[in-house]
């Protein structure tokens, strides 16, 4: 998605209740060399809301590359992972489920609702930090997108 | 280690490539990775089903914990190769990572809308395809947690 605003900040959604993983999370992805343009929601229902909204004003545009818990309030991240990539206008954005579930039927289940990959939050920080920017690395400098 | 993949046992990665030159690349890139792993090499897509399947020859092929897969491929396109892999109740968990040497943007958001996992275009300088190998092995064979099997 090239044109006039090639410098333009990448755009990513963080879905995630925890205001400390929220923190750590927008850090990491600030510290990095790739400028993006990072919005947090903290539920499901917000996270839909959010992404059907995006792409119609000027302001908000669709994001390239979403970061979704699974345990959430209101919509699970399963159901939120299923609606977007039921969603012809939303299924090609990468979705990386970043968890701290321990359950294999979690990840198991949300590689078969076609999640881009899943990835377990490491318990030490500075793991964490490092891990969400290899995250943002691998998609929004290695992975074409679609 | 980030991975429902029990320690000690090698990542079986099945690699659905027609060229030998760039499969062997591959497969060399794949080798000093920092994680053991076994790649089964077929090189069409009614051969990766066949595998998949664990019919005929691959009667005892494991089940692939990862598919790298060319779009490019004789008889079955990569991208119907994928959709078998996506509408099979079991096959669908796995993650496939296209690489292929298309650009174009036709190809990429077909290939997620098939619900491929990524979609990398395969770098024509040799340095440069060694390395995008590499940085799917670290990613996705460290970084990623893999379905169980």
Not at chain 1, 68 to 86: C, F, S, T, W, Y
Not at chain 2, 24 to 48: C, F, P, Y
Request: net charge negative; proline share 5%.
């Amino acid at each position: 998605m090239t044109g006039i605003h090639e410098a333009a900040p990448v755009e990513i959604l963080l879905v995630e209740d925890s205001p400390n993983d929220a923190e750590l999370m927008v850090e990491a992805l600030g510290a990095g060399k790739l400028k993006s343009r990072i919005t947090v929601v903290e539920d499901g229902e917000e996270a839909i809301a959010y992404l059907r909204g995006a792409g119609v004003g000027i302001e908000v545009s669709s994001p390239s590359l979403i970061l979704l818990d699974l345990h959430l309030p209101r919509m699970n991240g399963h159901e939120v992972l299923a609606e977007i990539k039921q969603d012809e206008s939303l299924r090609r954005i990468p979705v990386v489920i970043m968890t701290s579930s321990e359950k294999d039927q979690d990840f198991i289940k949300a590689y078969d609702l076609f999640a881009n990959c899943c990835v377990s939050k490491p318990m030490n920080q500075e793991q964490f930090a490092s891990t969400v920017r290899k995250i943002e690395l691998f998609w929004l400098r290695i992975a074409r997108r679609g | 280690m980030n991975t429902a993949i029990p320690k000690g046992r090698p990542i079986e990665i099945l690699l659905v490539e027609d060229s030998p030159e760039e499969a062997q690349l591959t497969m060399d890139a794949l080798k000093d990775g920092r994680v053991s792993n076994r790649i089964h090499w077929v090189e069409d897509g009614e051969e990766a089903m066949s595998f998949l399947r664990r019919a005929g020859r691959h009667s005892a092929a494991p089940r692939p914990d990862l598919i790298l897969l060319d779009l490019r491929l004789p008889r079955i396109s990569g991208h119907e190769v994928l959709q078998e892999i996506k509408e099979h109740p079991s096959f669908r968990r796995i993650p496939v990572v296209i690489m292929t040497s298309s650009d174009d943007e036709k190809d990429v958001a077909k290939a997620y809308d098939g619900h491929a996992n990524c979609f990398i275009t395969k770098p024509v300088d040799i340095d440069k395809f060694i390395d995008a190998v590499r940085s799917i092995e670290d990613f996705w064979l460290t970084v990623v947690h893999l379905p169980a099997a």
